[in-house]
């Protein structure tokens, strides 16, 4: 009786065995690959001098690693502008990320849950301006911040990166399953005010969706070198992207010294700029979490 009942259990296990694809494996390490090997490469070049750079393979260390000495050069080099650097980019993302997230949710649940004169025309503008490139608005952006007098200021990143068309059309996408009408309903017969509604009840049913969003945007605001570029005049109001860009040009044409100093300096730059993001995704990969709204209405 014992081997009967264990069969079936057996028979599934082969079964899982047997579908495994060795190609799809391939394809899968192929991928894991494509991703790693390019971050394998920046720490193992973050702890290397010029010359180790040049003339030792790429993906190995060298016989004297001196990472903790390229974190010193680059912490204190001109004064220590990098961290400078790296705090305008905590606050140009972070400001950023949480603005953006709080608009789209905003304007999803309104898409979502209302409905007005003009709203599909009105969305259907939204959806549309997914498809407009960033660096195409660039330009006249700046020609409008400069008539009102931010350009050259914090504001001139900050502002164009709270509009996120994308995250809009993703928040009313997700608030339509995530927020029941029955509970909205429920909460206008208890007296709840719109608003309140909106506050208390929504935005925790919209957790997991915010945080997609606002990670997006950090992600994107992070990494956003053009728009910084023409719209900042004073290196202390750099991001590290436009920061580090300009050391690599010292480092090209500045002459053999020049490169010889600012080289690691780069490397190892590009290497702490990305720990921020890697710690936020940590912290934040947990709330995204699904059906946070189960169980808020009975069926």
Same mark, same amino acid.
């Given at each position: 009786?014992?081997?009967?009942?264990?069969?079936?259990?057996?028979?599934?296990?082969?079964?899982?065995?047997?579908?495994?694809?060795?190609?799809?494996?391939?394809?899968?390490?192929?991928?894991?690959?494509?991703?790693?090997?390019?971050?394998?490469?920046?720490?193992?070049?973050?702890?290397?001098?010029?010359?180790?750079?040049?003339?030792?393979?790429?993906?190995?260390?060298?016989?004297?690693?001196?990472?903790?000495?390229?974190?010193?050069?680059?912490?204190?080099?001109?004064?220590?502008?990098?961290?400078?650097?790296?705090?305008?980019?905590?606050?140009?993302?972070?400001?950023?990320? =949480? @603005?953006?997230?709080?608009? !789209? +949710?905003? /304007?999803?649940? $309104?898409? #979502?849950?209302?409905?007005?004169?003009?709203?599909?025309?009105?969305?259907?503008?939204?959806?549309?301006?997914?498809?407009?490139?960033?660096?195409?608005?660039?330009?006249?952006?700046?020609?409008?911040?400069?008539?009102?007098?931010?350009?050259?200021?914090?504001?001139?990143?900050?502002?164009?990166?709270?509009?996120?068309?994308?995250?809009?059309?993703?928040?009313?996408?997700?608030?339509?399953?995530?927020?029941?009408?029955?509970?909205?309903?429920?909460?206008?017969?208890?007296?709840?005010?719109?608003?309140?509604?909106?506050?208390?009840?929504?935005?925790?049913?919209?957790?997991?969706?915010?945080?997609?969003?606002?990670?997006?945007?950090?992600?994107?605001?992070?990494?956003?070198?053009?728009?910084?570029?023409?719209?900042?005049?004073?290196?202390?109001?750099?991001?590290?992207? =436009? @920061?580090?860009?300009?050391? !690599? +040009?010292? /480092?090209?044409? $500045?002459? #053999?010294?020049?490169?010889?100093?600012?080289?690691?300096?780069?490397?190892?730059?590009?290497?702490?700029?990305?720990?921020?993001?890697?710690?936020?995704?940590?912290?934040?990969?947990?709330?995204?979490?699904?059906?946070?709204?189960?169980?808020?209405?009975?069926?």
């Amino acid at each position: 009786m014992t081997a009967i009942n264990t069969w079936p259990g057996k028979q599934r296990r082969r079964n899982r065995l047997s579908r495994r694809s060795t190609p799809l494996t391939i394809a899968m390490l192929a991928a894991l690959a494509y991703f790693l090997v390019p971050l394998l490469w920046l720490v193992v070049s973050s702890t290397k001098s010029t010359s180790d750079l040049i003339n030792t393979f790429g993906l190995w260390f060298a016989r004297a690693p001196q990472l903790f000495g390229n974190i010193h050069d680059t912490l204190t080099q001109d004064n220590g502008v990098f961290v400078r650097w790296l705090l305008n980019t905590v606050l140009y993302a972070g400001v950023s990320a =949480v @603005g953006a997230a709080f608009l !789209a +949710a905003a /304007a999803g649940y $309104g898409f #979502a849950k209302y409905r007005f004169r003009g709203h599909g025309a009105a969305f259907g503008l939204v959806v549309g301006t997914i498809m407009v490139p960033a660096t195409a608005l660039a330009i006249p952006t700046y020609l409008l911040f400069a008539q009102v007098h931010l350009v050259d200021t914090p504001w001139a990143v900050i502002l164009p990166s709270l509009i996120n068309p994308f995250g809009l059309y993703l928040m009313r996408i997700y608030t339509q399953d995530a927020v029941p009408d029955s509970l909205i309903e429920a909460a206008r017969i208890d007296g709840a005010g719109e608003a309140r509604i909106f506050f208390t009840i929504a935005l925790r049913l919209l957790g997991p969706g915010l945080v997609t969003v606002l990670l997006f945007t950090l992600v994107s605001t992070w990494n956003n070198y053009f728009l910084p570029l023409i719209m900042l005049n004073n290196p202390r109001l750099y991001p590290v992207t =436009v @920061g580090l860009s300009s050391w !690599a +040009a010292q /480092a090209q044409n $500045g002459g #053999a010294g020049s490169s010889s100093t600012m080289l690691p300096l780069v490397v190892t730059g590009s290497l702490l700029s990305i720990i921020p993001l890697v710690v936020a995704f940590l912290l934040l990969q947990r709330y995204w979490q699904s059906g946070l709204a189960t169980g808020a209405v009975k069926q």
